[in-house]
């Protein structure tokens, strides 16, 4: 049986890794699998919310189409320094600079 959006690509010489990629194929994240067990990898990859299929052709259900698809981690805005070329300070939330 295989998963949905699961590719596996055998590179020589290569040490085995997951990458996993957002919808738009930017990588989010690589896994080392070199010291897994088929078995673990197995549970990894179902834990990840890979659906697997129970034959190569069968149909996906609708809700796991996209599925472990995640959105790309956000950074924080960058700071804009002020006029005299200085980074204003960090302020907590709900902290009041002015007060």
Request: proline share 17%.
């Amino acid at each position: 049986p295989s998963s949905h959006n699961l590719e596996m690509k055998h590179l020589p010489g290569a040490d085995p890794e997951l990458v996993l990629l957002s919808h738009r194929y930017e990588e989010l994240e690589r896994i080392p699998l070199s010291d897994m067990t088929r078995e673990e990898i197995n549970q990894l990859v179902q834990e990840l919310g890979f659906y697997r299929k129970e034959t190569p052709d069968a149909p996906v259900p609708e809700e796991f189409r996209f599925a472990p698809a995640r959105p790309l981690p956000t950074l924080p805005p960058p700071q804009t320094p002020t006029a005299d070329g200085k980074t204003p300070p960090k302020h907590n939330e709900g902290e009041h600079p002015d007060l």
